[in-house]
Nanobody, 122 residues
Framework: QVQLVESGGGLVQAGGSLRLSCAASGSMLSIKDMGWYRQAPGKQHELVAIITSGGFTNYADSVKGRFTISRDTVKNTVFLQMNSLKPEDTAVYYC????????????????WGQGTQVTVSS
């Protein structure tokens, strides 16, 4: 079992930046490819970005060129640098430590943390 703790969210004006962190602990063998997802009110979880254990990254079209995912494999932490934030980026952001590629989609299989709220004002 992996425990995830997300942090770094907050309130920011449009055009601003935030850096999210997700620290994983517990069964290190359960930490595989990692990803960030987000959920806006009334909407389903949406993939934001993934990073494999080998460092390969992939992003949702809506955040390409603005967000950067990275990971510290020694500290079992994944980061999400978010620049040029837009009001539509407002959501609760969650990380997942077991993301798998299936039928053209990156699906979350691991447990979720409590999430961190990101609010972008216009």
């Amino acid at each position: 079992q992996v425990q995830l703790v997300e942090s770094g969210g907050g309130l920011v004006q449009a055009g601003g930046s935030l850096r999210l962190s997700c620290a994983a602990s517990g069964s290190m063998l359960s930490i595989k490819d990692m990803g960030w997802y987000r959920q806006a009110p009334g909407k389903q979880h949406e993939l934001v970005a993934i990073i494999t254990s080998g460092g390969f990254t992939n992003y949702a079209d809506s955040v390409k060129g603005r967000f950067t995912i990275s990971r510290d494999t020694v500290k079992n932490t994944v980061f999400l640098q978010m620049n040029s934030l837009k009001p539509e980026d407002t959501a609760v952001y969650y990380c997942n430590a077991d993301v798998r590629y299936s039928n053209g989609r990156y699906l979350p299989f691991g447990s979720w943390g409590q999430g961190t709220q990101v609010t972008v004002s216009s």
